[in-house]
């Protein structure tokens, strides 16, 4: 079972030539669309060692796992091209190209935009958001990137109908004198999106050896605004593994006071304010020998960090010169994504005991605007419960 703090991540490249044996200077031989995600498997990391514990009578549309924008496909880049050749447009062409997405797993959604997995009592839900375009003026072009009508920067938009959630730009391209001949390039008609995903349980979970996102699980985008039909695909990684609960958290977010931190302008750093102790309380079905906790930062992608992000709490951005550290029952410092065994588990409740200190880093404390910062901050982890 997962616990009110996240993280994780990686990422892949996909292109499709569109079209293939016509002649070079056509339209579909020479365009190329392309997302890059920079080697994302969002899924692959989440092993059978480490399943996720579902109990049959969890109710339906609960979230199990939940990906945020930075552990599942933060920065996708699409991008069209045609190598630098300029070609004649189909017929009813406007001057525009987008990519939408229209399968997952070479299926189609369901009319409440959910996605079937290997498991018959798993379903996949997906958000997109549009992140940044390029913006710039050329001559003798459409806008080589632009909004898509109705959207929006940074506004999330569920995945239920795939074309019209997920046309979120359109890329303009370059032409003539009397625009009988076209171009895209990477350079220019380029933007970036970013996906997040979900879980959810809806019907009778499966415990089995078999991964619910399978192997080959992929996002397939349509190339809109040309004639013939054109893909993209973007690789998901295989991964997440259900299993019956015998260990649970007591709760889904708990949130521990850390008190007042004196700001130190001299002398070494870091500086360490004082230890908070904190219990996370968890119930086990039976005796367990081995009973783990992994903390993994939620708002960082790397793991190995002893430190956890700090965030101003009024604005949610990200402070430099201040961080939060967590610290086993010894005192000893907890490194993140590292799995801390606690020993056995009696059946019923159970406490493992932690502490927590603000730890100033540098002699000044600034915000995302570079301003000296005083004021409440926060800092997030996911929490994850493993027993054998």
């Given at each position: 079972m997962r616990k009110g703090l996240l993280a994780q991540m990686m990422l892949v490249s996909a292109a499709v030539l569109l079209g293939g044996v016509l002649p070079s200077m056509t339209w579909a031989g020479a365009l190329r669309c392309t997302i890059n995600t920079g080697g994302a498997a969002?899924?692959?990391?989440?092993?059978?060692?480490?399943?996720?514990?579902?109990?049959?009578?969890?109710?339906?549309?609960?979230?199990?796992?939940?990906?945020?924008?930075?552990?599942?496909?933060?920065?996708?880049?699409?991008?069209?091209?045609?190598?630098?050749?300029e070609v004649s447009a189909p017929a009813g062409f406007d001057g525009n190209i987008s990519l939408s997405l229209s399968a997952i797993n070479d299926t189609a959604l369901d009319w409440t935009g959910e996605a079937q997995t290997n498991n018959n009592g798993i379903k996949l839900k997906l958000y997109i958001k549009a992140v940044s375009y390029n913006d710039e003026t050329l001559p003798n072009s459409y806008p080589p990137a632009k909004l898509a009508t109705r959207k929006f920067l940074g506004v999330e938009y569920p995945v239920i109908n795939g074309k019209e959630d997920t046309t979120l730009f359109e890329f303009g391209a370059q032409y003539n004198a009397n625009k009988s001949l076209y171009k895209f390039d990477e350079t220019h008609n380029y933007a970036i999106e970013s996906m997040r995903a979900e879980l959810i349980k809806l019907g009778w979970i499966e415990y089995s050896a078999l991964p619910v996102i399978p192997a080959g699980a992929h996002l397939t985008f349509t190339v809109d605004g040309m004639s013939g039909v054109a893909t993209v695909d973007v690789p998901l990684g295989s991964g997440v593994y259900m299993a019956a609960p015998s260990c649970s958290l007591n709760s889904a977010h708990q949130t521990v006071d850390l008190g007042n931190f004196n700001k130190r302008s001299s002398g070494a750093f870091p500086q360490e304010g004082a230890q908070t102790r904190f219990g996370i309380g968890f119930t086990c079905n039976s005796y367990t020998n081995n009973v783990e906790f992994t903390f993994d930062?939620?708002?960082?992608?790397?793991?190995?960090?002893?430190?956890?992000?700090?965030?101003?709490e009024a604005d949610g951005k990200k402070l430099t010169g201040v961080a939060v550290s967590l610290y086993d029952a010894q005192g000893k410092s907890i490194v993140m994504g590292t799995k801390q065994n606690i020993g056995s588990a009696q059946q019923?409740?159970?406490?493992?005991?932690?502490?927590?200190?603000?730890?100033?880093?540098?002699?000044?404390?600034?915000?995302?605007?570079?301003?000296?910062?005083?004021?409440?901050?926060?800092?997030?982890?996911?929490?994850?419960?493993?027993?054998?």
């Open positions: 969002p899924f692959s990391p989440y092993t059978r060692e480490n399943p996720i514990a579902v109990d049959e009578d969890t109710p339906d549309y609960t979230v199990v796992l939940a990906l945020d924008y930075a552990q599942f496909l933060p920065n996708m880049k699409l991008s069209c091209t045609t190598d630098g050749q930062d939620a708002n960082a992608i790397l793991k190995g960090s002893d430190k956890l992000v700090a965030h101003s019923g409740a159970n406490t493992a005991y932690y502490q927590a200190a603000i730890v100033q880093t540098a002699a000044e404390i600034t915000d995302s605007s570079s301003a000296s910062f005083a004021g409440k901050i926060t800092a997030k982890a996911n929490v994850t419960i493993t027993y054998y």
